[in-house]
C-alpha cells in the first residue's frame, strides 16, 4: 500500500489576501487529518506572500508549500494546475479540498484529470469513515436528496462550498514548518481578471443582498434592486430565472448550482423560495421575503414578510431609508 502524507488544502488567494473559504478548509481538514492521525498540508502560490504562509499555520496547518514568484500573483490556471499536479505526485496526499469558488471549481477540475482521480463538486459536508475513507456530501436531485460520496481512487477530491465549514480560532501559537518551493512557469493565457474575481468575491462575501427573482419585469430594474443594495451596503443577487434570461451575470446568482451565501440581512426581491433557490440563502442572518402571492413558499422560512407588488415596496424602501440616513447625518 501507499503510503499517503495525509490532508491537503488548496490556499486561494485573491491579490494576495487569503480567501475565507480557505480557512475553513483548514478547520475541516485539521477534523479529518486528527482523526487518520496524519499531517494537515496547504499550498499557497503567489506573489511575496510569505506572512499569508505564516496564516495558514496560524489556521492548523502543519506544513505549508509555499510557491513565490511574480507569474502566480494572478491566478493562472495553467501554472497553479502544473505545479500543484507536480507537488500533489511528490507528497502524496490522501485527500485534496479547495474551496467551491468559481476558480476552485476550474482549478480542482484539472488537477484532477490530470491525477486521473475522482472529484466531487461542491460538497456540503466531509466525514471519514471506519475504514479512514473520506465520505463527501452534497446535495443531488435538486437538492432533494444528499448524497454520501465514496470515490476509490486517491488522492479523493472535492471541492466545498464556502460558508458552510468552521474555520478555527486563529492561534500565533500554533507551530508549522513553511516549506518554499521552486515554481516551474510554462507560457499560460489562462488567468482569472481582477473584474471576475471582485464580482464572485462581492456577493460571496456581503453583509447584505437584495436579490430579484422572475417577479422582475425587465432586465432594467435590477437598478432598482442596486439601488436598495447600496443604501444598505450591500450587493445584488439574483434567482436562477433573470441569470437564464441573460439579465444579471451568472457569478450574481444565488442557489443549488449558484452561490451559497450567508449574509446578515438577504431581501428577496419577486422570489418564490425554490428549493434550489433556497439551498443558497437558507443560513442568512435575517431573511426579508416580498412577494406579491402570500402563498409564495419563500415566508415559510422568511424572518419579515412583506405582501405586495416589489415595484411599490422597494421604492418606499429607498425613499424611507433615504430619510433616515438624512435625519441622522
Ligand atoms: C438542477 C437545478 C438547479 C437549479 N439551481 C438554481 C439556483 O441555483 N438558484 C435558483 O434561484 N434557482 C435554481 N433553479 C431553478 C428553480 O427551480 C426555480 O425555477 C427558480 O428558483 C425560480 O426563480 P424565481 O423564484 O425567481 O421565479 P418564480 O418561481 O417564477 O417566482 C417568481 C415570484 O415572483 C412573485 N412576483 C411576481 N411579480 C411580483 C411583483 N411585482 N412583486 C412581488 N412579487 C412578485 C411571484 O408571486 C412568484 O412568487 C434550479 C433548478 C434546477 C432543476
Not at 235 to 260: A, N, Y
Not at 276 to 282: D, F, I, P, V, Y
Request: hydrophobic share 40%; with cysteine; proline share 5%.
Amino acid at each position: 500500500m501507499k503510503d499517503y502524507a495525509g490532508v491537503m488544502v488548496f490556499a486561494e488567494q485573491r491579490e494576495g489576501r487569503i480567501h475565507p473559504v480557505t480557512y475553513e478548509l483548514l478547520g475541516k481538514g485539521r477534523e479529518i487529518a486528527d482523526k487518520l492521525g496524519r499531517p494537515l498540508s496547504s499550498v499557497l502560490l503567489g506573489d511575496q506572500l510569505e506572512a499569508e504562509a505564516r496564516e495558514l499555520v496560524y489556521h492548523g496547518a502543519d506544513r505549508v508549500f509555499w510557491y513565490d514568484h511574480p507569474v502566480l500573483k494572478d491566478p493562472d490556471l495553467v501554472n497553479y494546475k502544473h505545479n500543484i499536479v507536480r507537488l500533489v505526485r511528490e507528497v502524496n496526499p490522501e485527500i485534496f479540498l479547495l474551496g467551491a469558488t468559481r476558480w476552485g471549481r476550474s482549478l480542482g477540475a484539472r488537477i484532477a484529470a490530470a491525477l486521473g482521480t475522482g472529484l466531487t463538486a461542491d460538497c456540503t459536508g466531509l466525514e471519514v469513515d471506519e475504514d479512514g475513507s473520506l465520505i463527501q456530501i452534497r446535495p443531488a436531485f435538486s437538492g432533494n436528496v444528499l448524497a454520501q460520496i465514496k470515490t476509490s481512487t486517491k488522492p479523493q477530491m472535492a471541492t466545498v462550498r464556502y460558508k458552510v465549514m468552521s474555520s478555527l480560532p486563529r492561534d500565533t501559537h500554533r507551530n508549522g514548518e513553511i516549506i518554499r518551493k521552486q515554481a516551474e512557469l510554462i507560457p499560460s493565457p489562462l488567468t482569472i481578471t481582477g473584474k471576475e474575481r471582485a464580482a464572485e468575491a462581492d456577493i460571496a462575501e456581503a453583509e447584505v443582498i437584495v436579490s430579484g427573482g422572475a417577479g422582475l419585469k425587465r432586465a432594467g430594474d435590477f437598478s432598482l434592486l442596486a439601488e436598495l443594495a447600496e443604501l444598505l451596503g450591500g450587493t445584488v443577487g439574483s434567482s436562477r430565472l433573470p441569470v437564464d434570461s441573460g439579465w444579471i451575470g451568472r457569478e450574481h446568482q444565488v442557489g443549488f448550482s449558484g452561490h451559497t451565501v450567508k449574509p446578515k440581512v438577504y431581501i428577496a426581491c419577486g422570489i418564490s423560495g425554490s428549493p434550489q433557490h433556497l439551498a443558497g440563502m437558507r443560513e442568512s442572518g435575517c431573511i426579508i421575503a416580498i412577494n406579491s402571492d402570500p402563498s409564495a413558499p419563500i415566508f415559510k422560512i422568511a424572518d419579515y414578510g412583506i405582501v405586495g407588488d416589489l415595484y411599490e415596496v422597494v421604492p418606499k424602501l429607498i425613499k424611507n431609508i433615504k430619510r433616515l440616513k438624512r435625519c441622522n447625518s
